[in-house]
């Protein structure tokens, strides 16, 4: 790596290297693991700090010590590391670590909301908090803990921005996924990583991105602890269905309902969600009759089940009735749809139950533009 005068905030000190010689505390291996990943010289480097390169040998091999408070503040700039790592007390560094430790349960309540169907509140929770952990890390303050919890609430934003935005509008869903999977990338973290390369792969997918959408998602079925698995394998199915890939798709529902026999049902992973997705896999594969068998079929009675997934499956099912022209069943389920996602502020499934109504129900087409006039009149107020 060619030498650079600084260093790059959002990945230099996340690495297990970095974070062992920082929690050693000793300067000198803190100086020689800088040196190393930034590819500086000891010569360039104490002609960026301004000193003799004696010194730098001096300070690396632990001969000299440096306890000048602005001669450490300093040091602590140049490194892009906050001061309290080489030992100066810092009342910001010291009330930022505070609001970390917040951030933490501000990003895990964020993530439950908007499971719970309350995703405009969750991302009115997370703004000011991915402000303040952006501007930190823009600062040159590269503390692993930030680019972690960064990378949470980037992910939770953007699944969350996919949530309320209409269909027109999900790019922007997709590139704050992309963002978060920048960092994730280099932290040496399994289960962050599925998370971002999940939410990354979803978010495209919903902007008919399906090739790159499998090709993350298959990254992330790659690297998934086990708990994680049957997070990963609902949007992976889905998007080998709507690529036409009927022999992965049916592997994936295979590997779903494995999934569940071997897990605890939760909000995101359960028969409801997984009936929904087979129901839909089965449509988009080309396989009508069987999906209207599956339709016909009760729904699981399932108690904890995220609220967006009600609204979903209702549009899927009305899908598969509208195919083999039973209206009245087709009709019921939209008008549920339209009527639970506007509840959930959900614009797009508003336009997929539209979609399937277009020139055929027109009363139900007229109930989704209502209502997504009034969620535009919401958002505006």
Same mark, same amino acid.
């Given at each position: 790596?060619?030498?650079?005068?600084?260093?790059?905030?959002?990945?230099?000190?996340?690495s297990?290297?970095?974070?062992?010689?920082? *929690?050693?505390?000793?300067?000198?291996?803190?100086?020689r693991?800088?040196?190393?990943? =930034?590819?500086?010289?000891? #010569?360039?480097?104490a002609?960026? %700090?301004?000193? $003799?390169?004696?010194?730098?040998?001096?300070?690396?091999?632990?001969?000299?010590?440096? @306890?000048?408070? $602005?001669?450490?503040r300093?040091?602590?700039?140049?490194?892009?590391?906050p001061?309290?790592?080489?030992?100066?007390?810092d009342?910001a560094?010291?009330?930022?670590?505070?609001?970390?430790?917040?951030?933490?349960? =501000?990003?895990?309540?964020?993530?439950?909301?908007?499971?719970? &169907? /309350?995703?405009?509140?969750?991302?009115?929770?997370?703004?000011?908090?991915?402000?303040?952990?952006?501007?930190? %890390?823009?600062?040159? /303050?590269?503390?692993?803990?930030?680019? /972690?919890?960064? =990378?949470? #609430?980037?992910?939770?934003? &953007?699944?969350?921005?996919?949530?309320?935005?209409?269909?027109? *509008?999900?790019?922007?869903? #997709?590139?704050? @996924?992309?963002r978060?999977?920048?960092?994730?990338?280099?932290?040496?973290?399994?289960v962050?990583?599925?998370?971002?390369?999940r939410? /990354?792969?979803?978010?495209?997918r919903?902007v008919?991105?399906?090739?790159?959408?499998?090709?993350?998602?298959?990254?992330?079925a790659?690297?998934a602890?086990?708990?994680?698995?049957?997070t990963?394998?609902?949007?992976?199915a889905?998007?080998?269905?709507?690529?036409?890939?009927?022999?992965?798709?049916d592997?994936?529902?295979?590997?779903?309902?494995?999934?569940? $026999?071997s897990?605890?049902?939760? %909000?995101?992973?359960?028969?409801?969600?997984?009936?929904?997705?087979?129901?839909?896999?089965?449509?988009?594969?080309?396989?009508?009759?069987?999906?209207?068998?599956?339709?016909? @079929?009760?729904?699981?009675?399932?108690?904890?089940?995220?609220?967006?997934?009600?609204?979903?499956?209702?549009?899927?099912?009305?899908?598969?009735?509208?195919?083999?022209?039973?209206? *009245?069943?087709? =009709?019921? #389920?939209?008008?549920? *749809?339209?009527?639970?996602?506007?509840?959930?502020?959900?614009p797009?499934?508003?336009?997929?139950?539209?979609? @399937?109504?277009r020139?055929?129900?027109?009363?139900?087409?007229?109930?989704?533009?209502?209502?997504?006039?009034?969620?535009q009149?919401t958002?505006?107020?």
């Amino acid at each position: 790596m060619p030498h650079r005068a600084s260093a790059a905030p959002l990945w230099l000190w996340t690495s297990p290297e970095a974070q062992a010689a920082l *929690s050693g505390g000793h300067l000198g291996e803190i100086l020689r693991t800088y040196r190393k990943v =930034t590819g500086t010289s000891q #010569a360039d480097l104490a002609e960026e %700090l301004q000193y $003799d390169r004696t010194y730098i040998v001096r300070l690396e091999n632990g001969q000299r010590a440096l @306890t000048d408070v $602005d001669a450490l503040r300093r040091l602590a700039e140049h490194l892009g590391l906050p001061a309290h790592t080489l030992g100066v007390t810092d009342q910001a560094d010291a009330d930022f670590a505070t609001m970390i430790k917040f951030g933490e349960s =501000t990003v895990r309540l964020s993530a439950l909301a908007r499971e719970a &169907g /309350h995703s405009a509140e969750a991302i009115n929770e997370l703004w000011p908090l991915v402000w303040r952990l952006e501007n930190r %890390l823009a600062a040159g /303050h590269s503390d692993r803990h930030v680019a /972690h919890l960064l =990378t949470q #609430a980037r992910v939770v934003v &953007g699944v969350a921005l996919g949530d309320i935005l209409p269909e027109e *509008s999900l790019a922007a869903a #997709a590139r704050w @996924t992309a963002r978060a999977l920048n960092i994730a990338g280099v932290l040496d973290d399994a289960v962050l990583l599925t998370r971002a390369l999940r939410a /990354h792969g979803n978010e495209l997918r919903k902007v008919n991105r399906k090739s790159a959408a499998a090709i993350r998602l298959r990254q992330a079925a790659g690297v998934a602890p086990a708990a994680e698995r049957g997070t990963v394998l609902i949007p992976l199915a889905r998007t080998l269905a709507e690529l036409g890939d009927a022999a992965g798709f049916d592997a994936a529902v295979i590997d779903l309902h494995r999934f569940m $026999d071997s897990a605890q049902e939760t %909000l995101l992973v359960n028969p409801f969600v997984v009936r929904e997705v087979h129901l839909r896999g089965l449509l988009a594969t080309g396989r009508v009759r069987q999906a209207v068998r599956l339709a016909e @079929t009760d729904t699981p009675d399932v108690g904890d089940v995220a609220p967006q997934w009600r609204a979903i499956e209702r549009v899927t099912v009305a899908e598969a009735f509208s195919l083999v022209a039973d209206d *009245s069943s087709a =009709t019921t #389920a939209l008008r549920q *749809s339209i009527l639970t996602a506007e509840a959930l502020r959900l614009p797009h499934q508003i336009q997929r139950a539209m979609r @399937t109504a277009r020139q055929r129900f027109p009363e139900v087409e007229a109930l989704g533009t209502i209502a997504l006039q009034r969620l535009q009149l919401t958002s505006a107020g």
